[in-house]
């Protein structure tokens, strides 16, 4: 095809054709592609020769026929999904993953929910392939870790479903007894999200009654054989199924098929994935205990005729499992209450009676239960969309896995509901495929042979009618007053619906017929198959009586399970409830109305034998099967109908991008749109037709290929998508920013301009505040002045703070304002009390000693003598003289005293004033006078009158001792050149600090008794010291400017 080649879709196809073996291609995969599609024997062949190579599947245009293999295949792995996964289902060989990846695919494209009708008889596969369906899906859908448990928990949901709800059959080993209607929900991204459940009529009295071969529900074998030892301990149950007479009744306690171990342990994990806490499993085993121990209660019979029991200790499980009183439950299984005229009655039952209430409580316990769970699954399952909790956006596929058609020896109410539900598929198939077909053609105007089917409607009519009806004609027989019996209901039947073509009586029957029908039975030709059905039971059956004491005892009961199935509100009901078959007339109306409102697809199911062996093709079975599938008839409406239809509406919005000329919009008429877009995706005369409203297109390749051009076409249109979006997207939010940045910037200046505005405010405030404050600052404080007066103090504080004095001779000191002068004050005495006091606290002992010495002198010779400032900055020594320096013999005649100052001076003699150099060493208690090394005098302080010094810069000095003194030869005139030093050192050993005299012009001194000698002193240019001619000794110093 033209658009196939464009899009080297070619080359995919052929690619994954050779993917394929030729194994698979073993007779047609279609049997559209059959030489010889109206015969039915070309037909079976294609079937065998399949079948005999394990190829299973094969289609009839889009409806999946199935073969069961009854062996596993390898043809269900992770490999397998992928093949078929996202692949259009005419390129890869049949499997039942190409159909659900169609249904899935159609879904997701066409947003509209689906749904997969599985139908065959017993056995035939159906339950297998809805699993592989599930499975597909949670193997293949998108995953998170949320969806991870919604997928887990569907598929946890079978096994659990099953145990409960299947059982060995003559027909199948795990038969379907419940039908089974699920929904699985998918998102927006098409991940499951959630699922729904609906369960149709349970076969309830299996639970009481199997026939020969069969076996009650799986739970029963799974619980005794795997149970733990404990837990059947608790439940007062043994291991051995023959104890149980609810498990003997079929004689086929064990299955080659079935390990009741084994599922015992997938139930117990599938349980708790579910969500089942340990409490409910505990609640829930101790029902299906509890029916077990019901079995096994036994009556005897009094000599009345009342029943009692004769089987105390099952009395004593049931009463402790059930959670109810023991007596109470003896009394209402032996007993039924009636109500007459407002007063309640106790009647007693007859063992017969008994033992038929008691099995009515086994059932409803079991069925009531059966409900439960699967509501406890469907809350587990249920889809809570966090994002969106109030849109109900979940696409839905449903799966509709439903008890096969069956047909056994003995056939009861329960096969009657069965088949009757496979009547009303069967219904809904012809109605959807071929019927409705054909109707389309015709009001299209599309030129069509018709095909001549079977309808079953005059069989489903038969059963349901409104009052003409079997189930309506059961029903009143069920209400009437008087004594109906399934005898009088058979009658009626007869009465009734005699005349039916598809309803015989061993009555109405020819003696053929009549041979191989009993008294008690009806015959209805089904589609499917003939079946009769023994009447015995349909009354009891229909009106599925519990009596009222047994319902009230198990309102009462402590199993929270219970209680919620047997609801009180139930005990004052009034009406009447719906009879069985009507409530399941009903709700298989209301699953047809489910499944018409989605797009179905369909899979067929055939059961190739009835001996559930591998690899054996049991031709008259199956040429059966074929048949009352409608299978051939499903063929040729296929064949010379179209696969696919769509309103031109439809169809044009969805692949008008792939024409110009329809692109973006077609304006003329919808039909002639169409008609372009076909021409120019090439397709051939014969591919299609035009409708009145809907384009017909024949083959599903064309179609696909389409979807093909579609899929490329939508990836170019995706990128220009993206990049004006990008552009569009980058353009906002570059304007979004801009005008951000506008706004921030608006805010910002706005914030500035307010800050200086208030900044300028308060500067004008405080400046209007000063001047006032500067006009009034004379005045006592007041409001017109406290700023300045405040900021005056604030800012003499300041200012100080930062300008204090750092030592004690700077003497600055801010002048403070008027208000403050005593406080500055105190201010200037403290911080000069600290500065001093931390002075204090740094000086050395020595430098201590130094300054004490040099106060001392500042006392003697400040503004007195001319040398003494040149004195100040220089460090009064020691000692002038070391130890080296002194003659030993003096420091020895001087014996222990110790000398405390040395130092070198000049003796001028008393008499020519010649000069002499002469040590002045001085100790504690005297001076003395060294000429090298001998002592020439010794002065002791206490005789030391006093010391004169010139005011000059000279340095001689006197020291005056007494002149009576006989040892001294008077006055002593000695000159150092350290003169401030020297005489500050005498004056404090010798304690005589104010008996220094510093003269003016000259200085007496004595020169021996009585006679006195003169020193004058002159200013003058340089030091001379020389004998005046008038005989004193005459010092020119020079003058110096410091005084
Ligand atoms: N695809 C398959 N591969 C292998 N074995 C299969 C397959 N389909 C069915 N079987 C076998 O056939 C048996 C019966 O199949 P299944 O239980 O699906 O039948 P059914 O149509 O659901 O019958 P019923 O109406 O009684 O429930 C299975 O237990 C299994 O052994
Ligand atoms: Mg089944």
């Known amino acids: 095809m033209a658009v196939m080649k464009a899009l080297g879709s070619e080359g995919v196809r052929v690619m994954m054709e050779s993917a394929l073996t030729a194994r698979d291609r073993v ?391 069965i088949n009757y539900c496979n009547e009303k598929l069967q219904q809904l198939f012809i109605e959807l495929t071929l019927k409705s077909e054909q109707e389309e053609y015709e009001s299209e105007g599309i030129t069509w042979e018709p095909v001549q089917f079977f309808n079953n409607k005059i069989i489903c009519d038969l059963v349901e009618e409104k009052f003409k009806g079997i189930i309506s004609i059961l029903d009143e027989e069920c209400l009437r007053p008087g004594d109906a019996s399934d005898l009088t209901f058979l009658e009626k039947l007869e009465n009734t619906v005699g005349g039916h073509a598809h309803f015989v009586t061993h009555k109405l029957a020819d003696g053929k017929t009549r041979k191989v029908m009993g008294r008690e039975e009806f015959r209805l030709l089904h589609y499917a198959g003939e079946v009769n059905y023994n009447v015995n039971g349909f009354l009891d059956k229909n009106n599925d009586l519990l009596f009222r004491n047994l319902k009230e005892i198990m309102c009462q009961s402590e199993n929270k399970i219970l209680t919620q199935c047997f609801d009180r509100e139930e005990l004052t009901d009034k009406k009447r409830p719906e009879t069985t078959a009507t409530q399941f007339k009903n709700s298989l109306a209301k699953l047809m109305e489910i499944l018409m409102s989605k797009e179905p697809s369909y899979i067929r199911c055939i059961k190739p034998n009835d001996a559930k062996q591998a690899g054996r093709f049991d031709e008259v079975l199956i040429r059966h099967q074929v048949k009352y599938l409608g299978l051939m008839e499903n063929l040729r409406v296929r064949r010379a109908g179209f696969a696919y239809r769509r309103r031109y509406e439809v169809f044009l919005q969805r692949y008008k991008s792939l024409c110009p000329d329809t692109w973006p919009n077609w304006k003329g008429r919808l039909a002639d749109g169409v008609s372009t877009l076909v021409k120019h995706l090439g397709y051939k005369p014969e591919e299609y037709k035009l409708g009145r409203s809907k384009i017909f297109i024949r083959f599903p390749k064309t179609l696909f290929a389409t979807e093909d051009a579609l899929e490329v076409r939508k990836h170019s249109l995706a990128t220009k998508l993206q990049a004006c979006w990008r552009g569009y997207s980058q353009k906002s939010k570059y304007l979004k920013m801009r005008h951000s940045a506008i706004l921030i910037q608006a805010w910002w200046r706005g914030i500035l301009a307010l800050r200086e505005a208030k900044r300028r405010r308060t500067a004008a405030d405080t400046i209007r505040r000063f001047i006032k404050g500067f006009i009034y600052r ?75 010495q040099k106060l001392v002198a500042s006392e003697i010779f400040k503004d007195k003598k001319d040398n003494y400032p040149q004195s100040v900055p220089k460090l009064f020594a020691s000692t002038r003289l070391n130890g080296e320096e002194i003659s030993p013999k003096v420091l020895q005649a001087l014996g222990n005293e110790k000398m405390k100052y040395a130092v070198s001076v000049t003796k001028y003699d008393r008499k020519g004033y010649r000069a002499r150099p002469r040590q002045l060493l001085l100790t504690a208690s005297c001076a003395v006078i060294v000429e090298d090394s001998k002592l020439k005098q010794r002065i002791d302080y206490s005789a030391l009158k006093g010391i004169s010094v010139s005011s000059l810069s000279d340095g001689l000095f006197v020291l005056h001792v007494p002149c009576e003194d006989n040892k001294q030869k008077g006055d002593v005139v000695l000159q150092s050149d350290h003169v401030i030093e020297t005489l500050t050192k005498v004056a404090i050993c010798a304690d005589k600090i104010n008996n220094v005299n510093i003269s003016q012009g000259s200085i007496k001194f004595t020169v021996g008794r009585g006679k006195e000698g003169v020193i004058d002193f002159t200013p003058g240019s340089e030091l001379l010291v020389t004998k005046a001619k008038n005989g004193h000794l005459s010092v020119t110093a020079p003058r110096l400017n410091s005084r």
Not at 338 to 350: D, F, Q, T, V, Y
Not at 783 to 809: A, C, G, H, I, Q
Request: charged share 25%.
């Open 27 to 417: 007779g047609v995969q279609d049997f559209v592609l059959l030489e010889n599609h109206t015969s039915e024997a070309a037909f079976i062949e294609n079937l065998r020769k399949r079948f005999k190579e394990n190829l299973i599947y094969t289609y009839i245009g889009s409806v999946l026929v199935s073969v069961n293999p009854y062996k596993e295949l390898e043809i269900y792995t992770k490999q397998h999904m992928e093949r078929y996964r996202g692949v259009n289902f005419y390129e890869v060989s049949p499997h039942i993953y190409a159909v659900s990846d169609n249904a899935y695919r159609s879904m997701r494209t066409e947003r509209r929910d689906q749904c997969i009708l599985i139908s065959g008889e017993s056995g035939a596969g159906k339950t297998e392939a809805s699993k592989k369906i599930l499975q597909y899906y949670a193997v293949t859908c998108p995953a998170s870790e949320q969806v991870q448990t919604v997928k887990d928990r569907l598929l946890q949901s079978n096994p659990v479903l099953e145990a409960f709800g299947n059982a060995k059959t003559l027909r199948n080993d795990n038969s379907s007894r419940f039908g089974k209607y699920m929904d699985i929900q998918f998102d927006f991204r098409g991940a499951p999200v959630g699922g729904h459940i609906l369960n149709y009529l349970l076969e309830k009295s299996r639970v009481v009654h199997q026939n020969h071969g069969e076996r009650n529900f799986h739970i029963f074998y799974q619980l005794i054989e795997g149970g733990e030892e404990d837990l059947l301990r608790r439940l007062g149950l043994e291991r051995n199924t023959q104890q149980y007479q609810y498990l003997v009744k079929g004689n086929c306690p064990k299955v080659s098929s079935i390990n009741d171990r084994n599922d015992w342990k997938a139930v117990r994990k599938a349980l708790s994935v579910i969500g089942f806490n340990d409490d409910e499993v505990e609640e829930l085993l101790n029902i299906i205990a509890s029916v077990l121990h019901l079995g096994n209660v036994q009556f005897g019979a009094e000599e009345s005729g009342n029943a009692y029991i004769t089987t105390d200790t099952q009395i004593k499980y049931l009463a402790r499992l059930l959670g109810v009183e023991g007596s109470i439950l003896k009394e209402a299984l032996t007993h039924k209450k009636i109500i007459a005229k407002g007063e309640e009655l106790m009647s007693p039952l007859n063992s017969e009676q008994a033992a038929s209430a008691r099995d009515a409580l086994s059932k409803a316990v079991y069925g009531r239960t059966f409900t439960w769970l699967v509501n406890k699954i469907n809350l587990s399952l249920a889809y809570k969309d966090d994002l969106y909790p109030l849109s109900k956006n979940a696409s839905v596929i449903g799966l509709l896995d439903i008890y096969g058609f069956e047909v056994f020896q003995q056939n009861s109410f329960e096969q009657f509901c």
């Open 778 to 852: 004379k005045q006592p404080r007041c409001p017109e002045n406290e700023y300045f007066l405040d900021y005056v103090r604030y800012s003499f504080l300041m200012n100080l703070w930062r300008n204090l004095p750092k030592t004690v001779l700077d003497k600055s000191w801010p002048t403070p304002p008027p208000a403050l002068t005593e406080a500055s004050e105190q201010l200037r005495n403290l911080c000069m009390q600290n500065m001093v006091w931390t002075y204090c606290k740094r000086i050395s002992p020595e430098r201590k000693h130094q300054l004490e």
